[in-house]
């Protein structure tokens, strides 16, 4: 673990935990935490490598994958017959030729989708639940392996970042289970596995706004973490009431597509740069962001991550597509090619030398899609910043109803006057491409869904 030194900022401590008594230096870490280690280690390596050699390491590991597939789960047998013992390792050309795994196969056929002879090795299968925020919650299985390298990922993106492991980070979600009753007994959790690390603090996301922003006053962590659109309503209030976290180094954010303004507002009010992971519940951590540059690293010796046109073809770099991901670890039960529903724009290769594949933008999901009337689809920027600039607009959601006409849904301080609605109205069209009418609905609250994401931009037309 020597090229943990280097990785690690220097505030903090780089010698992982050790469990033997009296022996510090170098540690001798507990068997959990050692194959977590050992998974790092081979990480800071890997990342170097050329996209040529994480391809083909890649396609041995998807090959063993699919031919154990093939053989033990009913729900592929017949799709995947052809490369049940398979004489060479799958080539690109065959990997394409697989059929697509939809979120509905997953809901209407997840029991013959769990393999029939699990690997004892591979440790337990546990159930991860999806938050259902497109209203089609799935329930999938992850082994113990899958889930001890997406902790080396973990790792590896705090090493990146050169996090301090001793700092306190502050956790605001929709809380349930042990961090639900953590935040109620006002408990910590540490947040790096395998070093001593600082607390971990969580906060409910449903808790008041400006109650949260007086628990990060007095907390002052060094890191906070949250959704893009959570993050985005607290700068705003604390630029409002004059009051903001002197402490912080970093913001994580997870769960959302991120906004380039909320980077912009983060950077200008509170003076702390973003970090954002891709991750998505059912497969773990796609994508973290680049510690040189915001385009995103793939994390690619856990999943295989492709972006595909609307014909099945892959994107080149500059080109916006389909995310269709496949954990490369999950024998439990294997997602293959599975379409997550997301869209983003592929990336050349990272300057900094990493032979990681890139995403230069994740641009969230086919309902977050604009349908213009000649039948094009972009992704609308409304600009939050704008918009509370001409009124008190503490929460907005704009809807779109037909290729003519938007819903801006909106929580106010008081009522808008119509001057400050035309404006309103002017700013919300001047930011998409085609003439749209613009109507105003004023709600006391517009909720978040229920693992607590929320969406400025959706569409009720069927895309």
């Given at each position: 673990m020597s090229s943990l030194k280097s990785s690690i900022n220097t505030g903090a401590d780089p010698v992982p935990n050790s469990s033997v008594p009296s022996i510090l230096w170098p540690a001798l870490s507990?068997?959990?935490?050692?194959?977590?280690?050992?998974?790092?280690?081979?990480?800071?390596?890997?990342?170097?490598?050329?996209?040529?050699?994480?391809?083909r390491r890649q396609l041995r590991q998807l090959t063993e994958l699919v031919s154990y597939t093939a053989q033990t789960v009913p729900f592929y047998k017949e799709s995947l017959a052809e490369f049940a013992r398979p004489k060479r390792p799958l080539t690109v050309d065959d990997w394409r030729r697989l059929p697509i795994l939809r979120r509905r196969d997953i809901q209407e056929s997840s029991p013959s989708m769990v393999t029939r002879r699990p690997f004892k090795e591979h440790g337990a299968a546990a159930d991860i639940r999806t938050s259902g925020s497109t209203g089609e919650p799935v329930v999938v299985k992850r082994n113990a392996v899958t889930g001890r390298i997406l902790s080396a990922l973990t790792i590896r993106d705090h090493l990146w970042h050169r996090r301090v492991v001793s700092g306190k980070l502050a956790y605001i979600r929709r809380l349930s289970g042990e961090t639900e009753v953590a935040?109620?007994?006002?408990?910590?959790?540490?947040w790096i596995e395998g070093f001593p690390s600082g607390p971990m603090l969580f906060r409910d996301i449903n808790e008041p706004l400006d109650e949260t922003l007086e628990w990060l006053m007095r907390e002052e962590p060094d890191y906070l973490m949250t959704y893009p659109t959570y993050l985005r309503a607290l700068i705003q209030r604390s630029a409002e009431i004059g009051i903001q976290p002197s402490q912080l180094r970093e913001v994580l954010t997870v769960?959302?597509?991120?906004?380039?303004?909320?980077?912009e507002a983060c950077n200008d009010i509170w003076r702390a740069p973003i970090s954002d992971v891709y991750s998505a519940q059912e497969v773990g951590v796609i994508a973290i962001q680049c510690?040189?540059?915001?385009?995103?690293?793939v994390q690619a010796e856990g999943i295989f991550c492709e972006v595909i046109d609307d014909g099945g073809a892959p994107c080149g770099p500059g080109e916006v597509g389909r995310v269709v991901v496949t954990p490369l670890h999950n024998f439990s039960m294997p997602l293959i090619r599975y379409d997550i529903g997301d869209y983003a724009e592929v990336g050349k290769r990272s300057?900094?030398?990493r032979g990681l594949p890139v995403l230069n933008r994740i641009l969230g999901r086919a309902r977050n899609m604009l349908l213009l009337p000649e039948g094009r689809k972009t992704w609308p920027a409304f600009g939050s910043r704008g918009m509370a600039a001409i009124a008190p607009i503490r929460q907005h959601q704009i809807v779109q109803k037909s290729t003519a006409a938007l819903e801006a849904r909106l929580v106010t301080e008081r009522p808008l006057t119509p001057d400050e609605e035309e404006r309103l109205a002017r700013h919300i069209t001047s930011r998409i491409p085609a003439p749209m009418s613009v109507a105003f609905t004023y709600l006391d609250e517009?909720?978040?869904?229920?693992?607590?994401?929320?969406?400025d931009f959706k569409t009720e037309i069927d895309l």
């Open positions: 507990n068997v959990n935490e050692s194959l977590t280690l050992a998974i790092l280690g081979q990480l800071l390596t890997t990342q170097w490598w050329s996209p040529e050699m994480i391809l935040a109620k007994q006002g408990k910590s959790m540490p769960g959302e597509a991120l906004d380039p303004e909320v980077r510690p040189e540059h915001e385009h995103y690293l300057p900094d030398g517009i909720p978040r869904s229920a693992g607590g994401k929320f969406e």
